[in-house]
């Protein structure tokens, strides 16, 4: 079954995608959904945005995707790890602040985090 996607999720998925694609995360990195999705959820729900709560985020990722949770996490690291080719300027371009370079690599959370606040700030 299809599910029903409205305007405002709509503008917000077109808005996470466009970062991805401006910090040089490409459409066929195996992550790139999953990171989309996680950025979602930070977004929609701020509870889970602290603490150790994305391990509840790739859970629910992966039953909406029929995957498990390690699947989710280790494709989204495998999608971060596609940035860590010399691209990190391009994040902290988008980002705006230089969080990152090859001697402090982000991790999943961190990236999550810091898009999820990027796209939140720009659709206020």
């Given at each position: ?34 990171t989309r999705e996680a950025v979602k959820l930070c ?38 790890k596609a940035l860590s080719e010399g691209k990190f300027?391009?994040?902290?371009g988008v980002i705006g602040a230089e969080y990152f ?24």
């Amino acid at each position: 079954m299809l599910e029903q996607v409205s305007v405002k999720d709509k503008e917000l998925y077109q808005k996470i995608t466009a970062y991805l694609h401006a910090i040089g995360l490409p459409l066929h990195v195996a992550g790139f959904v999953y990171t989309r999705e996680a950025v979602k959820l930070c977004i929609k729900s701020n509870s889970l945005r602290f603490g150790k709560v994305f391990k509840k985020i790739y859970e629910e990722i992966a039953e909406a995707k029929g995957s498990t949770a390690v699947a989710v996490e280790r494709n989204i690291r495998h999608a971060i790890k596609a940035l860590s080719e010399g691209k990190f300027d391009k994040v902290n371009g988008v980002i705006g602040a230089e969080y990152f370079s090859e001697f402090k690599k982000p991790t999943n959370s961190m990236m999550i985090t810091l898009l999820a606040d990027k796209v939140a700030m720009d659709l206020m």
